[in-house]
Structures are given as C-alpha cells and as structure tokens.
C-alpha cells in the first residue's frame, strides 16, 4: 500500500474512532429505516391516539437497544434519523390518502403546502444544524429537529384529514 493511501486510511479510522461522523452535513446524514418490528409498534401506538404519548420513543429505545454503541452520539443521531424515517412513512402515507380524497382545487392547496413545508423544515433544520458548529452535538441536534418537524406534520396531515 502507498504511503498517500496509509496515511489515508488512518485519518479515516482517527474519524470514526473521534466520532466525526456525527460531524457530517446534514445532506450526508444515513437514514436507516426502522426494523419491521419497531414499525409495527409505531403503528399500533399512534392508532390507540393515546394523548401525552410519544409513539417516536418506541422506536427510537427499539434503535438504541439493537445498536452496537447505544447511548452514544453516533447512536442518538443514527437512531434519532430511524425514528424520523418513520414519521417520514406515516407522513407520506396521510399525505397520499389526504391528496387522494381532496377536491382538485384543495388537492393543488395542499401540494404547494407541502412543498413550502418542505423548505421550511430543511431550512429550519439546516439553522439547527449550523448553530452548533465545531460541536458533536450538532447530529443529535439537526436529528431531533428533523424528527420534531416531520412529527408535527404527520399529526397535521391526521388532523386535515379528520375535519
């Protein structure tokens, strides 16, 4: 191996080993998806509709229990992006049936509502993301607005629905 590749590989495992992959941007962030179990879960909780309950948390503790460093910054990023992805599943699955069941003029309404949402939390997320530059915190935080975010919309999406 060249000298250029060894000095290469070892700043990849100090990286990894310093826990700089939670310094990634937030367009570089891996979404792994929530087990079919924990899914199933999420699924069950939001329709028992309990009030006070946080359905997210189950799979977030599911994510956590399953990974090989839990607790750590990289597992509450890692696991905070699996609890987005599925509200990013209940959100696009009421999104789909809203915009099934809508009027063509509410229908339009709501896709240009959804793109503007779209930008908004990105952007949001993004000012999350970089005001805590230089820190490790800056993955968990850019993860817990994304989750924050995408939740709130998907209750909103059930809510639209339901008038």
């Known amino acids: 191996m060249s000298r250029p590749n060894k000095i290469f590989l070892g700043l990849v495992g100090f990286a990894l080993t310093a826990g700089v992959a939670t310094w990634l941007s937030p367009a570089q962030a891996q979404e792994n998806a ?20 946080d359905c997210g948390q189950g799979v977030y503790d599911a994510c956590q229990a399953a990974h090989e460093q839990p607790d750590t910054t990289l597992s ?9 992805k599925a509200w990013d599943v209940i959100l696009n699955e009421r999104y789909r049936a809203l915009i099934a069941s809508s009027p063509p003029k509410l229908k339009l309404k709501l896709q240009k509502a959804q793109r503007a949402w779209i930008v908004s939390r990105d952007a949001d997320c993004d000012a999350v993301y970089e005001n805590w530059i230089g820190g ?24 639209m629905r339901e008038d």
């Open 34 to 53: 929530p087990t079919p179990k924990a899914m199933s879960a999420f699924r069950v909780c939001l329709a028992a509709d309990k009030a006070g309950v």
């Open 76 to 84: 509450i990023t890692e696991c905070s992006m699996v609890t987005h």
């Open 136 to 159: 490790t915190i800056r993955g968990p935080m850019y993860a817990g607005c994304m989750v924050e975010k995408t939740s709130e919309r998907a209750k909103w999406l059930k809510e």
